[in-house]
């Protein structure tokens, strides 16, 4: 990965959140946690290949925050990385931890996701900044984010807070060149009994108040330094104040316009950016999601332009700021031949082939229940032809709403929550004991396959293995429903496809709480699980359709057909073997591909 270019300086291409990482273990982080969620997975992931440096995926994402707290008050420095929405479960700590501050330097990773590639909502974390207090940092490309992840450490020790470092889909996953150094350990800070800085008793915390005041106009001073504001004079007819990704965006789009670059945007170093606002005729702000910037210098009088022409939904590309200056009057209109056709065939997202979260679903339709479900992979039961979900909210919602659910009394059939192994533990306990004692008539499926299938394969709590692969406790998850109450509890395997209905069968008619855990590994992840393939016999073949309810994707029509219907094949290169499709065919027309058959 490193390649020498000179005989004191080393260049990687690095993804941006391998930056991260790389800055993090540059400057002497000593504990890096977090929870897997796109787009910040591979922080943790990198650091995990680096020696020295301890490194765990937490249960969730305020564990996660509290165990780098509780380093940072031992004196050493630490990171905590999450997802935009990790950082919701993360606030109670965060929003104290302003007060405490810190020992060592403890930085925050939210890794936003404008336009949801892989997230149930947009969240612009800019906003948490503001709202606690605390420095926030935007890197535009990766030598940025290991730069200002360095940075970051020192600010934090400066003054005595945490940093919030805000990245976005394009800046984790793009790659660029980095400049890589060696790694500078400072000097550890025992711990030190202080409980007025630590105890945040309403007494103490009314004296730390004012100092999470006091800080933010240094902070602003410091948002003026060369390493955080870029300040590039062209023409003055338009000047853009902009941060992160959306520099290179108007970079691209308007490569002679003035720009004022924010490398820390809250809090804002104002004079600067009155100075460069008295140099241009027209100021804009470009920003993605909320009007972050564009309302904090309206505020302080500003004449900006930004939110009527650079939409607040959706990421933004160099098509869209493009089309922003152009309704702005900057730039001329594209017109239909500068439009690039983009369209493509529509790929709708499946369960993978031999999913072992197909038959639990499957016979929750036929069952007719009302399915509250979790965050995961298996979220995709809800679309076709599965269509077995009927609610996803966030992490761990699936068993409170379908105790609400359950007792409003409306449901037209069975309450069922369905949840995954690692959401589960990240946040379906508390919500497991309350129906418990709510007594609340509802099943609980966990859909345990051995690890954070959605965000590649990370292991939690319940999988036996830590982040390097090494032997960890592994918590039984049917002895956990036992000892909070519940006396219905059945493991089933979900290759079993009759053992599975009866199991979810029986749970639904028990007269209480009923956990049914489901339990096979991911096909995919960590080690891909394949066994002889199926085919179909076609001469066997009624074109019933039956295996199509299944949703695999290794089934597909041919253009045989049956009675005027389609029949099958199935592609011997998808197929994983898992057998559901032979036991769904009332025809006997699937079969093992026998021997001979070698997988390629």
């Known amino acids: 990965m490193e390649t020498r270019t000179q005989e004191r300086t080393r260049i990687a291409l690095l993804t941006g959140n391998e930056a991260i990482a790389r800055g993090a ?75 405490t501050g810190v020992r060592g330097g403890l930085v925050v990773v939210s890794a936003d996701d404008p336009g949801m590639h892989s997230s149930q909502n947009e969240q612009d974390n800019r906003l948490y900044a503001k ?14 984010a290991k730069t200002f992840t360095e940075l970051a450490f020192s600010l ?79 023409d003055p007819s338009v000047g853009v104040v902009t941060a992160g ?52 210098l309206r505020a302080a009088g500003l004449p900006v332009e930004g939110k009527a022409y650079f939409p607040q939904q959706g990421e933004l590309t160099p098509e869209r700021v493009r089309e922003g200056f152009a309704r702005a009057g900057v730039l001329p209109e594209p017109g239909d031949a500068g439009r690039a056709n983009l369209a493509t065939a529509p790929r709708p997202p499946v369960l993978c082939p031999g999913c072992p979260h197909t038959a639990p679903f499957l016979a929750l339709q036929r069952l007719g229940a009302v399915v509250c479900g979790d965050i995961g992979c298996y979220t995709l039961g809800a679309l076709e032809p599965l269509r077995a979900m009927d609610a996803c909210l966030a992490m761990g919602s699936s068993i409170g709403m379908a105790t609400g659910l359950a007792l409003a009394g409306t449901a037209p059939g069975p309450v069922v929550a369905v949840i995954g192994d690692s959401t589960f533990l990240h946040a379906g306990l508390p919500a497991l004991v309350d129906a418990v004692y709510k007594r609340a008539h509802v099943t609980v499926v ?56 009866v199991a979810l069968e029986e749970a639904i008619r028990y007269p209480g709480v009923s956990v049914v855990i489901t339990n096979r590994p991911c096909v995919e992840a960590p080690v891909k699980v394949r066994d002889e393939p199926f085919r179909v016999v076609p001469e066997r073949c ?52 026998g021997p001979g058959w070698r997988r390629s």
Request: with cysteine; charged share 20%.
């Open 156 to 234: 934090s020790e400066e003054f005595d807070t945490p940093v919030l470092l805000r990245t976005t889909t394009r800046i984790s996953h793009t790659r660029g060149v980095v400049q890589l150094g060696d790694r500078q350990v400072p000097p550890r800070r025992p711990f030190q009994r202080d409980p007025a800085k630590y105890v945040m008793l309403p007494a103490y915390a009314r004296q730390r108040r004012p100092r999470v005041l006091e800080r933010l106009p240094r902070l602003a001073e410091v948002a003026a330094r060369p390493e955080f504001l870029r300040v590039e004079m062209r």
């Open 25 to 99: 273990y540059e400057a002497g982080v000593a504990v890096a946690t977090g929870y897997p969620g796109t787009p910040s997975t591979e922080i943790v992931e990198y650091l995990a290949t680096l020696p020295d440096v301890y490194v765990e995926w937490s249960s969730n994402e305020k564990v996660a925050l509290d165990v780098a707290m509780g380093a940072s008050m031992g004196g050493v420095r630490a990171l905590c990385t999450m997802k935009h929405v990790g950082l919701n479960v993360a606030s109670d700590t965060f929003m104290v931890a302003n007060y």
């Open 131 to 144: 709202f606690a207090g605390v420095p926030l940092l935007e890197p535009s490309d990766s030598q940025e």
């Open 245 to 296: 990704v959306c520099y290179t965006l108007v970079r691209e789009v308007l490569p002679e316009a003035s720009v004022l670059k924010l490398g820390m945007s809250y809090p804002l170093p104002l004079d600067a950016i009155r100075g460069f606002a008295a140099q241009v005729r027209r100021l804009f702000v470009v920003e993605e999601l909320e009007p972050f910037l564009e309302e904090m």
């Open 446 to 501: 966990i859909l345990d396959n051995g690890t954070t299938a959605m965000t590649g394969g990370q292991p939690h709590p319940a999988t036996g293995s830590g982040v390097r692969g090494e032997p960890a406790p592994r918590v039984d998850l049917a002895a956990v429903c036992r000892a909070m109450g519940v006396e219905f509890v059945r493991v089933v395997d979900p290759y079993d496809l009759g053992a599975t209905f």
């Open 542 to 593: 009624t074109a019933c359709q039956l295996c199509m309810d299944l949703g695999c994707p290794a089934i597909v029509w041919t253009d045989e057909t049956y009675e005027g219907r389609p029949k099958v094949t199935i592609r011997l290169d998808a197929c994983t073997g898992c057998t559901l499709c032979a036991q769904v065919c009332p025809a006997d027309a699937i079969v093992r591909v």
